[in-house]
Protein backbone atom coordinates (compact mmCIF):
# COMPACT_ATOMS: atom_id res chain seq x y z
CA UNK A 1 0.00 0.00 0.00
CA UNK A 2 1.08 3.49 -1.07
CA UNK A 3 1.09 6.09 2.04
CA UNK A 4 1.23 9.60 1.44
CA UNK A 5 4.22 11.15 2.91
CA UNK A 6 1.92 14.52 3.22
CA UNK A 7 0.41 12.95 5.93
CA UNK A 8 2.36 15.32 8.57
CA UNK A 9 -0.08 18.19 7.80
CA UNK A 10 -3.14 15.81 8.46
CA UNK A 11 -4.77 18.39 10.65
CA UNK A 12 -6.08 17.93 14.04
CA UNK A 13 -8.50 20.39 16.30
CA UNK A 14 -7.11 23.62 15.69
CA UNK A 15 -7.78 27.15 16.59
CA UNK A 16 -9.73 28.19 13.11
CA UNK A 17 -12.80 30.50 14.01
CA UNK A 18 -15.90 29.03 14.14
CA UNK A 19 -18.60 28.95 11.54
CA UNK A 20 -20.72 32.21 11.96
CA UNK A 21 -24.25 31.14 11.45
CA UNK A 22 -24.16 33.09 8.48
CA UNK A 23 -22.54 30.42 6.51
CA UNK A 24 -25.12 27.70 7.39
CA UNK A 25 -27.11 27.32 3.85
CA UNK A 26 -30.58 28.54 3.78
CA UNK A 27 -32.69 27.56 2.37
CA UNK A 28 -32.02 23.80 3.14
CA UNK A 29 -31.59 22.30 -0.50
CA UNK A 30 -34.79 19.10 -0.92
CA UNK A 31 -35.11 17.58 -3.95
CA UNK A 32 -37.35 14.33 -5.59
CA UNK A 33 -35.14 11.64 -7.21
CA UNK A 34 -37.34 9.05 -8.61
CA UNK A 35 -39.24 7.44 -5.18
CA UNK A 36 -36.49 9.11 -3.28
CA UNK A 37 -36.87 12.29 -1.16
CA UNK A 38 -33.41 13.68 -0.62
CA UNK A 39 -32.92 16.54 1.65
CA UNK A 40 -28.71 18.03 1.56
CA UNK A 41 -28.22 18.81 4.90
CA UNK A 42 -24.61 20.45 6.23
CA UNK A 43 -22.10 19.90 8.60
CA UNK A 44 -20.40 23.39 8.13
CA UNK A 45 -17.01 22.75 6.78
CA UNK A 46 -13.25 21.53 7.64
CA UNK A 47 -10.29 23.60 6.38
CA UNK A 48 -7.56 21.77 5.05
CA UNK A 49 -3.65 23.05 3.84
CA UNK A 50 -4.27 24.10 0.02
CA UNK A 51 -1.06 21.61 -0.63
CA UNK A 52 -3.07 18.96 0.26
CA UNK A 53 -5.29 19.60 -2.69
CA UNK A 54 -2.55 21.21 -5.02
CA UNK A 55 0.50 19.29 -4.41
CA UNK A 56 0.67 17.89 -7.62
CA UNK A 57 0.44 21.47 -9.19
CA UNK A 58 2.91 23.77 -10.79
CA UNK A 59 3.33 27.24 -9.45
CA UNK A 60 1.43 28.55 -12.35
CA UNK A 61 -1.26 26.22 -11.64
CA UNK A 62 -1.74 26.67 -8.23
CA UNK A 63 -1.64 30.64 -8.69
CA UNK A 64 -4.18 30.02 -11.22
CA UNK A 65 -6.51 28.36 -9.32
CA UNK A 66 -6.10 29.43 -5.86
CA UNK A 67 -8.47 32.36 -6.50
CA UNK A 68 -11.36 30.28 -7.40
CA UNK A 69 -11.50 28.38 -4.36
CA UNK A 70 -12.62 29.08 -1.03
CA UNK A 71 -8.97 29.44 0.24
CA UNK A 72 -6.86 31.99 2.60
CA UNK A 73 -4.42 31.68 4.69
CA UNK A 74 -2.75 28.60 3.16
CA UNK A 75 -5.78 26.70 3.38
CA UNK A 76 -8.96 25.45 1.78
CA UNK A 77 -12.26 25.04 3.34
CA UNK A 78 -14.27 22.24 1.78
CA UNK A 79 -18.16 21.73 2.80
CA UNK A 80 -19.77 19.21 4.45
CA UNK A 81 -22.62 18.24 2.52
CA UNK A 82 -25.40 15.21 4.00
CA UNK A 83 -27.64 13.62 2.12
CA UNK A 84 -30.28 12.57 4.11
CA UNK A 85 -32.59 10.09 1.93
CA UNK A 86 -36.47 9.03 2.47
CA UNK A 87 -38.31 6.51 1.21
CA UNK A 88 -41.07 5.02 2.67
CA UNK A 89 -40.80 4.35 6.53
CA UNK A 90 -36.79 4.66 6.03
CA UNK A 91 -34.81 7.79 7.14
CA UNK A 92 -31.29 7.60 5.69
CA UNK A 93 -28.05 9.36 6.22
CA UNK A 94 -25.00 8.95 4.05
CA UNK A 95 -22.48 10.23 6.83
CA UNK A 96 -23.10 12.33 10.01
CA UNK A 97 -20.42 14.77 10.41
CA UNK A 98 -17.70 14.96 13.05
CA UNK A 99 -19.92 16.32 15.90
CA UNK A 100 -17.36 19.24 16.52
CA UNK A 101 -14.59 16.84 18.32
CA UNK A 102 -12.95 17.33 14.48
CA UNK A 103 -12.71 20.99 13.67
CA UNK A 104 -14.30 24.06 15.02
CA UNK A 105 -16.04 24.60 11.82
CA UNK A 106 -17.73 21.20 12.14
CA UNK A 107 -20.49 19.78 13.86
CA UNK A 108 -23.36 21.53 12.17
CA UNK A 109 -25.48 18.64 11.29
CA UNK A 110 -27.77 18.18 14.95
CA UNK A 111 -28.58 22.57 14.22
CA UNK A 112 -29.29 21.65 10.52
CA UNK A 113 -31.83 18.48 11.35
CA UNK A 114 -33.47 20.77 13.51
CA UNK A 115 -33.83 23.22 11.01
CA UNK A 116 -35.14 20.47 8.84
CA UNK A 117 -37.77 19.35 11.51
CA UNK A 118 -36.06 15.95 11.81
CA UNK A 119 -35.93 14.13 15.18
CA UNK A 120 -32.96 11.97 15.17
CA UNK A 121 -35.00 9.56 16.93
CA UNK A 122 -36.77 8.64 13.58
CA UNK A 123 -33.38 8.41 11.56
CA UNK A 124 -34.13 4.32 10.80
CA UNK A 125 -30.18 4.03 9.00
CA UNK A 126 -26.81 5.40 8.75
CA UNK A 127 -24.56 4.77 6.03
CA UNK A 128 -20.60 5.53 6.63
CA UNK A 129 -19.17 6.10 3.27
CA UNK A 130 -15.64 5.76 4.99
CA UNK A 131 -14.52 6.50 8.61
CA UNK A 132 -12.52 9.57 8.45
CA UNK A 133 -13.42 12.24 11.12
CA UNK A 134 -15.76 14.62 9.29
CA UNK A 135 -17.94 11.57 8.11
CA UNK A 136 -18.31 9.52 11.42
CA UNK A 137 -17.19 11.15 14.53
CA UNK A 138 -20.48 12.59 15.46
CA UNK A 139 -21.75 8.94 15.80
CA UNK A 140 -21.74 9.79 20.15
CA UNK A 141 -23.07 12.66 21.83
CA UNK A 142 -21.08 14.54 24.76
CA UNK A 143 -22.61 12.22 26.91
CA UNK A 144 -21.41 9.14 24.70
CA UNK A 145 -24.28 8.11 23.76
CA UNK A 146 -25.74 7.32 20.31
CA UNK A 147 -26.84 10.23 18.58
CA UNK A 148 -29.21 7.87 16.38
CA UNK A 149 -30.60 5.61 18.68
CA UNK A 150 -32.61 3.95 16.46
CA UNK A 151 -30.46 3.13 13.28
CA UNK A 152 -29.11 0.53 11.68
CA UNK A 153 -25.25 1.10 10.78
CA UNK A 154 -24.01 0.36 7.88
CA UNK A 155 -20.41 0.59 6.41
CA UNK A 156 -17.74 -1.31 4.07
CA UNK A 157 -16.50 -4.37 5.05
CA UNK A 158 -13.28 -3.81 3.78
CA UNK A 159 -13.41 -0.14 5.41
CA UNK A 160 -14.22 -2.05 8.81
CA UNK A 161 -11.01 -4.47 8.21
CA UNK A 162 -8.77 -1.41 7.28
CA UNK A 163 -9.57 0.73 10.49
CA UNK A 164 -9.70 -2.79 12.29
CA UNK A 165 -6.69 -4.25 11.60
CA UNK A 166 -4.69 -5.02 15.35
CA UNK A 167 -1.10 -3.65 12.56
CA UNK A 168 -2.88 -0.46 12.24
CA UNK A 169 -1.30 1.36 14.30
CA UNK A 170 2.76 -0.71 13.20
CA UNK A 171 1.35 0.27 9.35
CA UNK A 172 0.00 3.40 9.94
CA UNK A 173 2.32 6.64 10.62
CA UNK A 174 1.37 8.11 13.69
CA UNK A 175 -0.12 11.54 11.97
CA UNK A 176 -3.48 8.69 11.03
CA UNK A 177 -3.25 7.01 14.48
CA UNK A 178 -6.00 9.43 16.04
CA UNK A 179 -8.07 9.11 13.03
CA UNK A 180 -7.98 5.34 13.90
CA UNK A 181 -8.57 5.55 17.59
CA UNK A 182 -11.53 7.73 16.92
CA UNK A 183 -12.67 5.44 13.90
CA UNK A 184 -12.64 2.68 16.50
CA UNK A 185 -14.33 4.30 18.55
CA UNK A 186 -17.19 5.09 16.54
CA UNK A 187 -17.20 1.70 15.06
CA UNK A 188 -17.12 -0.35 18.38
CA UNK A 189 -20.23 1.98 19.78
CA UNK A 190 -22.48 0.81 16.77
CA UNK A 191 -21.37 -2.60 16.68
CA UNK A 192 -24.36 -4.44 17.82
CA UNK A 193 -26.12 -2.83 14.93
CA UNK A 194 -23.42 -2.91 12.10
CA UNK A 195 -24.45 -4.20 8.35
CA UNK A 196 -21.15 -5.04 6.75
CA UNK A 197 -22.02 -3.66 3.25
CA UNK A 198 -19.85 -4.76 -0.29
CA UNK A 199 -20.45 -3.11 -3.65
CA UNK A 200 -23.47 -3.74 -5.21
CA UNK A 201 -25.60 -4.48 -1.94
CA UNK A 202 -28.84 -2.23 -1.82
CA UNK A 203 -29.31 0.08 1.64
CA UNK A 204 -32.87 0.31 0.79
CA UNK A 205 -34.23 -0.61 -2.76
CA UNK A 206 -32.62 1.45 -4.99
CA UNK A 207 -29.61 3.11 -3.17
CA UNK A 208 -26.62 0.80 -3.99
CA UNK A 209 -23.41 0.73 -2.47
CA UNK A 210 -20.34 1.52 -5.04
CA UNK A 211 -16.85 0.19 -4.73
CA UNK A 212 -14.84 3.40 -5.00
CA UNK A 213 -11.37 2.65 -2.93
CA UNK A 214 -8.61 5.05 -3.32
CA UNK A 215 -9.57 7.74 -0.29
CA UNK A 216 -9.24 5.23 2.32
CA UNK A 217 -9.26 1.06 0.66
CA UNK A 218 -13.01 0.34 1.73
CA UNK A 219 -14.52 3.87 0.74
CA UNK A 220 -18.01 3.61 -0.91
CA UNK A 221 -19.92 6.02 -2.78
CA UNK A 222 -23.37 5.12 -3.60
CA UNK A 223 -25.90 5.36 -6.67
CA UNK A 224 -29.81 6.04 -5.87
CA UNK A 225 -32.28 4.62 -8.82
CA UNK A 226 -34.90 6.77 -10.25
CA UNK A 227 -35.48 9.87 -12.66
CA UNK A 228 -32.06 10.35 -14.30
CA UNK A 229 -30.09 8.87 -11.10
CA UNK A 230 -27.83 9.60 -8.93
CA UNK A 231 -24.02 9.27 -7.99
CA UNK A 232 -23.34 10.22 -4.10
CA UNK A 233 -19.70 10.43 -4.89
CA UNK A 234 -19.01 11.25 -1.34
CA UNK A 235 -14.93 11.36 -1.00
CA UNK A 236 -14.03 10.29 -4.55
CA UNK A 237 -13.43 13.54 -6.09
CA UNK A 238 -12.39 16.23 -3.64
CA UNK A 239 -13.07 19.47 -4.70
CA UNK A 240 -15.22 20.67 -7.70
CA UNK A 241 -12.81 22.91 -9.44
CA UNK A 242 -9.17 20.73 -8.53
CA UNK A 243 -10.79 17.06 -9.02
CA UNK A 244 -12.49 17.66 -12.01
CA UNK A 245 -10.04 19.78 -13.76
CA UNK A 246 -7.14 17.80 -12.65
CA UNK A 247 -8.29 14.33 -11.75
CA UNK A 248 -4.77 12.67 -12.16
CA UNK A 249 -3.60 15.28 -9.31
CA UNK A 250 -3.07 12.86 -6.13
CA UNK A 251 -5.07 14.10 -2.97
CA UNK A 252 -2.93 14.76 -0.41
CA UNK A 253 -5.55 12.89 2.16
CA UNK A 254 -6.40 9.56 0.09
CA UNK A 255 -4.82 6.53 2.02
CA UNK A 256 -3.69 5.36 -1.31
CA UNK A 257 -3.39 8.66 -3.72
CA UNK A 258 -2.70 6.55 -7.19
CA UNK A 259 -5.96 4.67 -6.36
CA UNK A 260 -8.23 7.02 -5.88
CA UNK A 261 -6.58 8.97 -9.36
CA UNK A 262 -8.05 5.88 -10.70
CA UNK A 263 -11.16 5.63 -9.19
CA UNK A 264 -11.82 9.30 -9.58
CA UNK A 265 -11.14 9.09 -13.27
CA UNK A 266 -13.71 5.84 -13.13
CA UNK A 267 -16.71 7.23 -11.10
CA UNK A 268 -16.34 11.17 -13.33
CA UNK A 269 -15.67 9.01 -16.67
CA UNK A 270 -19.29 7.28 -15.94
CA UNK A 271 -20.72 10.46 -15.22
CA UNK A 272 -19.82 12.28 -17.81
CA UNK A 273 -20.65 9.60 -20.55
CA UNK A 274 -24.27 9.19 -18.60
CA UNK A 275 -24.91 12.35 -18.17
CA UNK A 276 -25.51 11.53 -14.35
CA UNK A 277 -25.95 13.83 -12.15
CA UNK A 278 -23.73 13.76 -9.29
CA UNK A 279 -23.39 15.06 -5.39
CA UNK A 280 -20.04 15.71 -3.55
CA UNK A 281 -19.57 15.52 0.38
CA UNK A 282 -17.21 18.16 0.01
CA UNK A 283 -18.38 21.01 -2.77
CA UNK A 284 -19.83 24.42 -2.30
CA UNK A 285 -23.41 23.62 -0.91
CA UNK A 286 -25.40 21.69 -2.44
CA UNK A 287 -22.61 19.80 -4.01
CA UNK A 288 -24.94 19.30 -7.11
CA UNK A 289 -23.45 18.95 -10.73
CA UNK A 290 -22.60 17.65 -13.67
CA UNK A 291 -18.84 16.04 -14.83
CA UNK A 292 -18.33 17.34 -18.55
CA UNK A 293 -15.74 16.11 -20.78
CA UNK A 294 -13.02 18.77 -21.30
CA UNK A 295 -10.20 17.22 -23.13
CA UNK A 296 -8.37 14.48 -21.06
CA UNK A 297 -10.45 15.93 -18.05
CA UNK A 298 -13.95 17.21 -16.70
CA UNK A 299 -15.49 20.50 -15.74
CA UNK A 300 -18.02 20.75 -13.06
CA UNK A 301 -21.15 22.08 -13.89
CA UNK A 302 -23.52 23.17 -11.10
CA UNK A 303 -27.27 21.40 -11.48
CA UNK A 304 -28.84 24.21 -9.38
ZN1 LIG B 1 -14.25 13.88 3.78
Known amino acids: MTINRSDERQPGAHDRATAPASSLPSPLFRFQQG ?22 GSAEQRASILPRLDARDGMVRPKTNIPLIRKGEDV ?6 AGHLY ?3 DGMLADNLKRA ?21 ATLDEHGSLRYPNAEY ?7 EFWMDPDYLTKMPPALHEFARGARRDLEAV ?7 KAGDDVVTGLRALDTPGHTPGHLSFELAGGDGLLIAVDVAN ?4 SFEHPDWRFGYDTIPELGVRTRRRLLDRAANER ?5 YHWGYPGLGFAERHGEAFHFSPAI
Open 191 to 197: KQCLVML
Open 239 to 242: NEVV
Open 35 to 56: DFDVTVLSDGFIWIPDDILLSD
Open 154 to 160: YIGAAEW
Open 117 to 137: EIDPSTVTKVVFSHAHPDHIW
Open 103 to 105: QPS
Open 276 to 280: TKLLG
Open 92 to 97: VLIDIG
